[in-house]
């Protein structure tokens, strides 16, 4: 981050709709997202996104849930 106007969009964004700007605290959804891109993202050579995307699973429950899943062509089918 190199300037001062990246900064600012950014605090902007984590602060906005917080009335007292003071207090700790905002909209921590873009972190939570970098969190789990880079879970994925450490991950990727292990991961079927087929199975991730057509199931809508996280991280969390992909091991257990690609044990059980069965292909019927190009359909994911799950128990």
């Keep these: 981050m190199g300037d001062h106007g990246e900064a600012w969009d950014?605090?902007?964004?984590?602060?906005r709709g917080v009335q007292d700007t003071?207090?700790?605290?905002g909209m921590?959804?873009?972190?939570?997202?970098?969190?789990?891109a880079y879970s994925?993202?450490?991950n990727?050579?292990?991961?079927n996104f087929?199975?991730?995307?057509s199931?809508?699973?996280g991280l969390n429950d992909y091991n257990k849930i690609s044990k059980?899943?069965?292909?019927?062509?190009?359909e994911i089918i799950v128990p």
Excluded: A, F, T, W
């Design 55 to 57: 199931c809508k699973i």
């Design 50 to 53: 087929k199975i991730m995307h």
């Design 10 to 15: 950014m605090m902007m964004r984590v602060k």
């Design 22 to 25: 003071s207090i700790p605290g």
């Design 44 to 47: 990727v050579n292990q991961i």
């Design 68 to 74: 059980v899943v069965n292909y019927e062509g190009d």
């Design 28 to 36: 921590y959804k873009d972190q939570i997202y970098l969190v789990g």
């Design 40 to 42: 994925i993202m450490k």
